[in-house]
Each structure stands twice: as C-alpha cells, then as structure tokens.
C-alpha cells in the first residue's frame, strides 16, 4: 500500500517536471533567422535583442530587434530606448511591403 502510494507521488512528480520544463522550453527566445520562415507566420514567436531604429508616425510605431543571425521589425506601441536588449512576444506577421515582422501591439 505504501508503496503504491508512493510511485503514485513519483509518478506525478514526473509528470509536472515535464509539463514545467515543456513550458520553460515554448518561452525561450528564438534566433531571428528561424523566425522568419514562411512556416512561423500567424505563430505566436519569442526573439531577444538589441532595440535599433525606433519610428513613430502618428498612430503607427515600431523598431527593429537584431540578434546575431539578423534583424525583424516589431510593431509595438511602447518604444523601448535605442541600444538597449529586448525580449520580443507577439505574431509573426508576412507582408509585401514590410516582409517578416512581430506584432507585439
């Protein structure tokens, strides 16, 4: 009986240290070059960098986020300072003008 008890204890241990590092791995950041992939687009995407090119135009803003293997382009209300490391969620979007970029709105 006890130790029924405890492989049920071990079992479920086991089964919340996979669920917890399933979700630790689906929140790690992402290289550039992966993201932009025609697969990825209407995914929700993680990316970490350095904020360059902040623009805003009116209602519209956004920057650009550079890692080592590129750079996106991130529609965002908040603007975070120029040279200054990021870590970026939100949609990837594919569009003829712009390319590949994240919505984070």
Do not use: F, H, W
Not at 39 to 65: A, E, F, H, P, R
């Amino acid at each position: 009986m006890m130790e029924e008890k405890a492989r049920g204890i071990m079992k479920c241990l086991l089964i919340c240290i996979i669920m917890s590092s399933m979700l630790i791995i689906a929140g790690c950041a992402q290289d550039i070059s992966e993201v932009k992939q025609q697969d990825n687009v209407g995914d929700t995407v993680t990316v970490k960098g350095t904020v360059q090119n902040t623009i805003k135009l009116g209602k519209l803003s956004g920057y650009q986020v550079k890692d080592e293997t590129g750079t996106i382009g991130v529609s965002s209300e908040a603007l975070p300072a120029e040279g200054s490391e990021v870590t970026v969620k939100g949609t990837l979007i594919k569009d003829t003008l712009l390319g590949y970029y994240i919505d984070a709105s």
